[in-house]
T-cell receptor, first 110, second 116 residues
Framework: KNEVEQSPQNLTAQEGEFITINCSYS?????LHWLQQHPGGGIVSLFM???GKKKHGRLIATINIQEKHSSLHITASHPRDSAVYIC????????????FGKGTKLSVKP | DAGITQSPRYKITETGRQVTLMCHQT?????MFWYRQDLGHGLRLIYY???????DKGEVPDGYVVSRSKTENFPLTLESATRSQTSVYFC???????????????FGPGTRLTVL
């Protein structure tokens, strides 16, 4: 069964800290997605990547295809970064069926 | 308004009743999806649609019915609601990648459904 594992489940950081959230998947994928779920429940797509690294503002996503592993980094964390971060693996096929991790709940304290 | 919307945002119903959750997108995206989100589980796919009149089952389709007569709408019907269907339901849409398959998924705000 195709699975996606995230770690840690919960993460508390002080404002300004560098944060890393990890995601591993079981077999080859066509793309890896990182999503952010706000405390109010809304879900926003942050990145979709199939190789290398992508950066948007203070967020950086990397993927290592050989190791079947992706990381999401947040530099200079801020309380507004507090959210649940979800990775999802696209195992290919025309339907774009994503398999989601259970999420990492991040809390950034001022 | 442009985007993807869901209605209602909150719904309380009773066991055995039929409930329809609506999803509407204004981008003319080919793909649309219905997910449910429960504590202890990641988002799980209920049904998806690759285009109007094309739908297929996801991971947890039992007890749900979908239709897609128009590209912009993708309603989800619970034919006879059960307590286990109490959940938060998210609709999403996605364009088709030029190389095939789907691209970034755009999520609706969610519908919180309680079945008593």
């Amino acid at each position: 069964k195709n699975e996606v594992e995230q770690s840690p489940q919960n993460l508390t950081a002080q404002e300004g800290e560098f944060i890393t959230i990890n995601c591993s998947y079981s077999v080859g994928i066509s793309a890896l997605h990182w999503l952010q779920q706000h405390p109010g429940g809304g879900i926003v797509s942050l990145f979709m990547l199939s190789s290398g690294k992508k950066k948007h503002g203070r967020l950086i996503a990397t993927i290592n295809i050989q190791e079947k592993h992706s990381s999401l980094h947040i530099t200079a964390s801020h309380p507004r970064d507090s959210a649940v971060y979800i990775c999802a693996a696209d195992y290919g096929g025309s339907q774009g069926n994503l398999i989601f991790g259970k999420g990492t709940k991040l809390s950034v304290k001022p | 308004d442009a985007g993807i919307t869901q209605s209602p945002r909150y719904k309380i119903t009773e066991t055995g009743r039929q409930v329809t959750l609506m999803c509407h997108q204004t981008w003319s995206h080919s793909y649309m999806f219905w997910y449910r989100q429960d504590l202890g589980h990641g988002l799980r796919l209920i049904y998806y649609s690759a285009a109007a009149d094309i739908t297929d089952k996801g991971e947890v389709p039992d007890g749900y019915v979908v239709s897609r007569s128009k590209t912009e709408n993708f309603p989800l019907t619970l034919e006879s609601a059960t307590r286990s269907q109490t959940s938060v339901y998210f609709c999403a849409s996605s364009p088709t990648r030029t190389s095939g398959g789907t691209d970034t998924q755009y999520f609706g705000p969610g519908t919180r459904l309680t079945v008593l």
